[in-house]
């Protein structure tokens, strides 16, 4: 029976998509995000089983907060889905855009995740959900720090996967790395390739949780790229 599902970063592009998918699959699904119109808009399309919060992740205890209180209006959570993040936080210097990416990407997945985890053992179970990406996979000159955060999503989420195998409570850890999707994060992006619809994406990403996958490429033939990245030796990269 599909479950209560929480979605941050729900106002646009792959989470917004999601929101819809599993709305539309029966969850009962609450979206968040920092641009209240947006979920307003939403919730006038969606309507039943639909609950918003607005909330901004890079400021920690407010988004526990806010996140208690969504989960309160919609009576529990069974999962939440980690989608927030942004690849150039648009500030100038790069060291802005770096910290500003790790606060959002790194800091602000990190509060969420443990708070949640902890719930989940005290409730005795939960289904997490990370948005990586194949960009997690390697080092790029053009994006470093959007790439590392989300590397560290992978091997953070890899522990707490081993910490739910120990744990008494039935959680599941799921990662999901997306390849190209269209959104406004890539809306001015050149040579991009194989790109999906947010639609297919988000249709991909419910199909992974309700197959509760520890891991999942989107769309599927990104594992093909993923494995190929992997053969390519650091030096030669190093100078691509
Ligand atoms: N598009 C791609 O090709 C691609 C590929 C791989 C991975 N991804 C990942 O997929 C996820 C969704 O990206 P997208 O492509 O759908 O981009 P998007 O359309 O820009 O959506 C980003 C979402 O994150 C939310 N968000 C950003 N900063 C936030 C903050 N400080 N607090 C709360 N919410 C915040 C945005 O909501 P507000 O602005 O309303 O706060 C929005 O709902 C990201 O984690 C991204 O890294 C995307």
């Known amino acids: 029976m599909p479950g209560k599902a929480i979605i941050i970063g729900a106002t646009s592009g792959i989470g917004r998509s999601l929101a819809v998918e599993l709305h539309n699959r029966g969850y009962i699904v609450g979206a968040t995000g920092r641009r209240n119109q947006r979920l307003k808009e939403?919730?006038?399309?969606?309507?039943?089983?639909?609950?918003?919060?607005?909330?901004?992740?890079?400021?920690?205890?407010?988004?526990?907060?806010?996140?208690?209180?969504?989960?309160?209006?919609?009576?529990g959570l069974d999962i939440i889905v980690l989608n927030a993040g942004i690849s150039r936080s648009g500030e100038g210097t790069t060291r802005k855009t770096d910290l500003k990416v790790v606060d959002i990407n790194i800091r602000g997945f990190a509060n969420l995740t443990s708070?949640?985890?902890?719930?989940?053992?005290?409730?005795?179970?939960?289904?997490?959900?990370?948005?990586?990406s194949i960009a997690s996979l390697f080092?790029?000159?053009?994006?470093?720090?959007?790439?590392?955060?989300?590397?560290?999503?992978?091997?953070?989420?890899?522990?707490?996967?081993?910490?739910?195998?120990?744990?008494?409570?039935n959680i599941t850890i799921t990662n999901i790395l997306p390849g190209f999707v269209r959104s406004e994060m890539t809306e001015n992006k050149k040579n991009m390739f194989w790109v999906s619809s947010a639609k297919k994406a988000a249709t991909q990403i419910a199909d992974a949780i309700?197959?509760?996958?520890?891991?999942?490429?989107?769309?599927?033939?990104?594992?093909l790229i993923a494995w190929l990245i992997k053969l390519i030796p650091e030096k030669i990269w190093n100078r691509m």
């Open 210 to 223: 309700e197959a509760k996958k520890d891991k999942a490429y989107v769309t599927k033939r990104w594992r």
């Open 42 to 75: 939403l919730q006038d399309e969606l309507g039943d089983r639909l609950y918003i919060q607005t909330m901004d992740v890079s400021h920690t205890e407010n988004a526990i907060k806010q996140l208690k209180r969504i989960t309160d209006q919609m009576n």
């Open 115 to 132: 708070f949640c985890f902890e719930q989940f053992e005290k409730q005795g179970h939960g289904h997490l959900v990370g948005i990586s």
């Open 139 to 169: 080092g790029w000159g053009r994006t470093p720090v959007y790439n590392a955060s989300k590397s560290f999503v992978n091997t953070y989420l890899q522990g707490y996967r081993q910490k739910a195998n120990h744990s008494d409570a």
